[in-house]
Nanobody, 123 residues
Framework: VQLQASGGGLVQAGGSLRLSCAAS????????MGWFRQAPGKERAFVAT????????DYADSVKGRFTISRDNAKNTVYLQMNDLTPEDTAVYYC?????????????????WGQGTLVTVSS
C-alpha cells in the first residue's frame, strides 16, 4: 500500500492550498481516509476524515469552516482544501487510510500512512 501526499508549500496567511493523497495497492473505496498534521515539537493531530463512501466527514474544531475534505474513488485520491490559512496551520500534513465505513479521528485507528507534505504559512 502506498499513500502519496502532495500539494504542500509556502503560502501567506489568508491564502489557500489543496492537498492531494493518491492511494495505490488497496481497494480505495473500502477505506476511510484521514488527514493529520504534526507541527514541530507537537504530537500528530487529527485534521479531517471522510468515510469510505464519502457521505460522512468530520473535522477538528480548529479547521471547521476553513478546510474541506473530499475524495474521488474513481481516481483513488483524497483531497484537503485549505482556505484562510494561518501560521498555526504550519505543519507536516499526513494522509492515512483505514478499512471501515465510518469516520475515525484517532491516529491509532489508521493502518496505512503517507510520507507527509509540508505546509508553511507565513504571517
Amino acid at each position: 500500500v502506498q499513500l502519496q501526499a502532495s500539494g504542500g508549500g509556502l503560502v501567506q496567511a489568508g491564502g489557500s492550498l489543496r492537498l492531494s493523497c493518491a492511494a495505490s495497492g488497496l481497494t480505495f473505496g473500502l477505506y476511510t481516509m484521514g488527514w493529520f498534521r504534526q507541527a514541530p515539537g507537537k504530537e500528530r493531530a487529527f485534521v479531517a476524515t471522510i468515510s469510505a463512501s464519502g457521505r460522512n466527514t468530520d473535522y477538528a474544531d480548529s479547521v471547521k469552516g476553513r478546510f474541506t475534505i473530499s475524495r474521488d474513488n474513481a481516481k483513488n485520491t483524497v483531497y484537503l482544501q485549505m482556505n484562510d490559512l494561518t501560521p498555526e496551520d504550519t505543519a507536516v500534513y499526513y494522509c492515512a487510510a483505514k478499512t471501515g465505513g465510518t469516520t475515525y479521528s484517532a491516529p491509532s485507528d489508521y493502518t496505512f500512512w503517507g510520507q507527509g507534505t509540508l505546509v508553511t504559512v507565513s504571517s
